[in-house]
T-cell receptor, first 116, second 117 residues
Framework: DTAVSQTPKYLVTQMGNDKSIKCEQN?????MYWYKQDSKKFLKIMFS???????INETVPNRFSPKSPDKAHLNLHINSLELGDSAVYFC???????????????FGQGTRLTVV | AQSVTQLGSHVSVSEGALVLLRCNYS??????LFWYVQYPNQGLQLLLK??????LVKGINGFEAEFKKSETSFHLTKPSAHMSDAAEYFC???????????????FGQGTILTVHP
């Protein structure tokens, strides 16, 4: 039973299209994240939600819009896709204990987005 | 602000040799430190973590890491490399759950470990 699942695993699309990536976690965690891994494998946080509330919004173009319908789901919608958006996008979840950041983050398998 | 530097983007060892992957961090608060491993086309899996207490931390697959505050380091080691250890390894630092960090994990650039027979 997968703890953090993302769909789709692969996504190939043309420039200018709009696409969504879905993420679900069945761990009961209160916090979820989106990370982008570029072609050099560098992992950079994009967004984080805690109990459906946006708490981290790094410098990400407005074309990227996260949505959390409930605390088990965090979806990522991307408008007007550009070549530079090609990357692997990872969803992660974590249970943050009050005042502490020592818990493990669980990652999904990633979604490889290719914009052509 | 937090940051992580992994020295060496590629490390190559022979099977049975010592593995040493270097990680230095910068954090304005007492850090929580993690090592994750990523196998090809897969997500990240936790190897080990340091929170408080004992500075030598043991993880899965025979890996361990030592937290050295004076050197701001958290190097990962394994006494004897196995072919199955070939992967990319990421060091990460986390702040607290409160404030503005909300438990954000900041990753290093990653180190690719190659194991030769």
């Amino acid at each position: 039973d997968t703890a953090v699942s993302q769909t789709p695993k692969y996504l190939v699309t043309q420039m200018g299209n709009d696409k969504s990536i879905k993420c679900e976690q069945n761990l009961g965690h209160d916090t979820m994240y989106w990370y982008k891994q570029d072609s050099k494998k560098f992992l950079k946080i994009m967004f984080s939600y805690n109990n459906k509330e946006l708490i981290i919004n790094e410098t990400v173009p407005n074309r990227f819009s996260p949505k959390s319908p409930d605390k088990a789901h965090l979806n990522l919608h991307i408008n007007s896709l550009e070549l530079g958006d090609s990357a692997v996008y990872f969803c992660a979840s974590r249970q943050l204990l009050k005042g502490k950041g020592d818990t493990e983050a669980f990652f999904g398998q990633g979604t490889r987005l290719t914009v052509v | 602000a937090q940051s992580v530097t992994q020295l060496g983007s590629h490390v190559s060892v022979s099977e049975g040799a010592l593995v040493l992957l270097r990680c230095n961090y910068s954090s304005s608060v007492p850090p929580y430190l993690f090592w994750y491993v990523q196998y090809p086309n897969q997500g990240l899996q936790l190897l080990l973590k340091y929170t408080t207490g004992a500075t030598l931390v043991k993880g899965i697959n025979g890996f361990e890491a030592e937290f050295k505050k004076s050197e701001t380091s958290f190097h990962l080691t394994k006494p004897s490399a196995h072919m199955s250890d070939a992967a990319e390894y990421f060091c990460a630092v986390s702040g607290g759950a409160g404030g503005t960090s909300y438990g954000k994990l900041t990753f290093g650039q990653g180190t690719i470990l190659t194991v030769h027979p």
